[in-house]
């Protein structure tokens, strides 16, 4: 038996060594422990940096007296890294790992890092991640969303289709069958159920939210979601929330209200409220973000307003609620998933499923919606409520006949973001008065399916000052912009 | 959520593997209007939509 301990020696032990800062971090405070551990005190030290709660536990308790001191050695060695180490020691155990691994792998004929390993290297790190965000949301979002899937697609279907062949023949059937203008105009007036409710639905809002769909599940597949949570986790502290609130937030732009419960992944209910605070102010659904670049297609200027005022936003916004609402920050790590090639069945099955979900959610709201302006027409109310909005439109520099498509959002933003989108076919926005539309009905809350979910999630008061916060900012924010552009005499 | 058995899920974030009846199970605090047919991975909590009956008996016939 000894001798064949002494061919098979045991393995050797792997000490991953961390940066110097963390090194001497770890060092200092592993000298101000005086007690001995099962553990040793390197580690003892390291998972006090990472917060672990047992560790500090045991640490309280068999140091005694001394254990302020060492407390106060953590905060010490913390403040330099933004309050935590975790995410750093993670990512640096990670890397000892891949370093291992390489050097106990032999590769034929290959050498260097795999493209994979360093394009995931790429997607994370600061300097190259975030150029690498602003190309996705500028080839994902605005070149095939709005360009192509609100340009080109939405121009075949609603515009060749639906406004020269299909719309005219069924408004003659219809007319024909129902002589009474009153009730023909339920089903082809200007905001009837085939006129608006099956045209917006089908030939404007299914081909633009189509293209996000299968846009968003290009990234879900390649595993770049992941990456993008760990890319954000540090802005996401200075807000109050972790990485990990990326998954709520990512879901956001598909449908806001289901966000919300996803929201209850989150670990404190403090990171929670802002989120949900965040999602209804700052994110826009599926429906409205590809309207929105749809409507802003061919404004590239514009465009890259829009997303700077709205990242501007949630990130001011995010920070000033998280400085109103005390508390601990969640921690966040998690073991990065390879990025891989997106495989075209994944993609497909995806999409086909959230197309069909969000169909099959909107399409009898668009009928409904179609019903309620009717019948607002019929009595008078619609008119009355599109006056009532008149002076708030005039306020930020807008036209009255905007006016409409704002009444429509306050029922959901995508209804008022396709409002919009048929007042610009017309030609009734110029380049500034596009981007205070859009800015203004951005933020406003998603939807009365939304402002429920808040109100079960967080309570009614809550929902009822969420709600009586955004309306008024969204008009304030719409007011500010037409006065920075007038001063600034921007024509876009 | 009427869900096959045995249909096994990749969760698009962090790559767990599970049931979809156990995500399905994860994801039953929903309210929406008959359900959102979505599927949450009960590990990290990200949501994907269900894959449509119809679907699923394409795939499962040119498995077959």
Same mark, same amino acid.
């Given at each position: 038996?000894?001798?064949?301990?002494?061919?098979?020696?045991?393995?050797?032990?792997?000490?991953?060594?961390?940066?110097?800062?963390?090194?001497?971090?770890?060092?200092?405070?592993?000298?101000?422990?005086?007690?001995?551990?099962?553990?040793?005190?390197?580690?003892?030290?390291?998972?006090?940096?990472?917060?672990?709660?047992?560790?500090?536990?045991?640490?309280?308790?068999?140091?005694?007296?001394?254990?302020?001191?060492?407390?106060?050695?953590?905060?010490?060695?913390?403040?330099?890294?933004?309050?935590?180490?975790?995410?750093?020691?993670?990512?640096?155990r990670h890397a000892a790992a891949r370093s291992l691994a390489e050097e106990a792998i032999t590769r034929d004929g290959r050498t260097g890092t795999p493209l994979a390993q360093r394009l995931s290297r790429l997607t994370t790190s600061p300097i190259t991640g975030l150029p690498i965000l602003a190309l996705v949301v500028w080839f994902g979002l605005y070149q095939f969303v709005g360009i192509f899937g609100g340009g080109t697609l939405v121009?075949?279907?609603?515009?060749?289709?639906?406004?020269?062949?299909?719309?005219?023949?069924?408004?003659?059937?219809?007319?024909?069958?129902?002589?009474?203008?009153?009730?023909?105009?339920?089903?082809?007036?200007?905001?009837?159920?085939w006129t608006l409710g099956v045209t917006y639905a089908t030939a404007l809002i299914f081909p633009i939210v189509g293209t996000f769909f299968?846009?968003?599940?290009?990234?879900?597949?390649?595993?770049?979601?992941?990456?993008?949570?760990?890319?954000?986790?540090?802005?996401?502290?200075?807000?109050?929330?972790?990485?990990?609130?990326?998954?709520?937030?990512?879901?956001?732009?598909?449908?806001?209200?289901?966000?919300?419960?996803?929201?209850?992944?989150?670990?404190?209910?403090?990171?929670?409220?802002?989120?949900?605070?965040?999602?209804?102010?700052?994110?826009?659904?599926?429906?409205?973000?590809?309207?929105?670049?749809?409507?802003?297609?061919?404004?590239?200027?514009?465009?890259?307003?829009?997303?700077?005022v709205m990242a501007g936003i949630f990130v001011v916004i995010g920070y000033l609620t998280s400085k109103l609402l005390p508390g601990e920050?969640?921690?966040?790590?998690?073991?990065?998933?390879?990025?891989?090639?997106?495989?075209?069945?994944?993609v497909a099955v995806k999409t086909l499923s959230r197309m069909q979900w969000y169909f099959l959610e909107v399409f009898p709201l668009f009928l409904l919606a179609s019903v309620m302006i009717w019948l607002g027409q019929l009595t008078g109310v619609f008119g009355v409520l599109v006056k009532a909005l008149g002076p708030m439109v005039r306020l930020m520099g807008l036209p009255d006949a905007s006016a409409e498509a704002f009444l429509f959002g306050f029922f959901r933003r995508d209804y008022g973001a396709a409002g919009l989108y048929r007042l610009q076919q017309h030609g009734g926005l110029n380049g500034n008065q596009l981007l205070i539309s859009v800015v203004a009905l951005t933020i406003f809350l998603p939807c009365v399916a939304q402002f429920l979910m808040i109100k079960k999630e967080c309570g009614g008061r809550m929902a009822v000052a969420m709600a009586l916060f955004i309306f008024p900012f969204a008009v304030v924010v719409g007011t500010t912009l037409n006065l920075v552009l007038s001063l600034l005499g921007v024509r876009l | 959520m009427s869900v096959?058995?045995?249909?096994?899920?990749?969760? %698009?974030?962090?790559?767990?593997? !599970?049931?979809?009846?156990?995500? /399905? +199970?994860? %994801?039953?605090?929903?309210?929406? !209007?008959?359900?959102?047919?979505? /599927? +949450?991975?009960?590990k990290c909590g990200y949501e994907m939509p269900e894959m449509p009956k119809l679907l699923k008996r394409i795939l499962s016939w040119r498995r077959s």
């Open positions: 038996m000894s001798s064949q301990s002494t061919l098979l020696p045991g393995p050797r032990p792997f000490s991953p060594s961390y940066e110097p800062t963390l090194e001497a971090a770890v060092s200092a405070l592993a000298g101000t422990l005086s007690e001995e551990y099962r553990l040793s005190r390197r580690s003892v030290a390291l998972l006090l940096l990472q917060g672990d709660e047992e560790i500090e536990r045991q640490v309280r308790e068999t140091e005694g007296d001394r254990f302020p001191a060492v407390a106060k050695a953590v905060a010490e060695a913390l403040a330099p890294m933004g309050g935590s180490a975790d995410t750093a020691i993670t990512l640096q121009g075949l279907l609603e515009h060749t289709l639906f406004g020269d062949h299909i719309n005219p023949w069924m408004t003659g059937l219809v007319q024909h069958l129902i002589p009474w203008r009153w009730l023909s105009d339920l089903f082809v007036g200007e905001y009837g159920m299968l846009a968003f599940s290009v990234l879900e597949d390649s595993g770049y979601l992941p990456r993008l949570a760990m890319l954000v986790d540090r802005l996401f502290k200075a807000i109050g929330l972790s990485g990990k609130a990326v998954i709520p937030i990512v879901l956001g732009f598909g449908c806001d209200t289901m966000a919300t419960l996803v929201t209850r992944i989150l670990e404190t209910p403090r990171e929670r409220l802002i989120a949900t605070f965040l999602l209804s102010l700052a994110i826009p659904c599926s429906a409205q973000i590809g309207v929105m670049a749809a409507l802003l297609a061919g404004h590239s200027v514009a465009f890259g307003l829009w997303a700077g920050t969640a921690r966040f790590a998690m073991e990065l998933p390879p990025l891989r090639l997106p495989s075209l069945s994944n | 096959a058995k045995g249909t096994v899920v990749r969760c %698009c974030f962090c790559d767990y593997e !599970f049931d979809e009846e156990e995500g /399905v +199970k994860a %994801c039953g605090a929903c309210t929406l !209007f008959g359900g959102c047919r979505k /599927v +949450k991975c009960p």
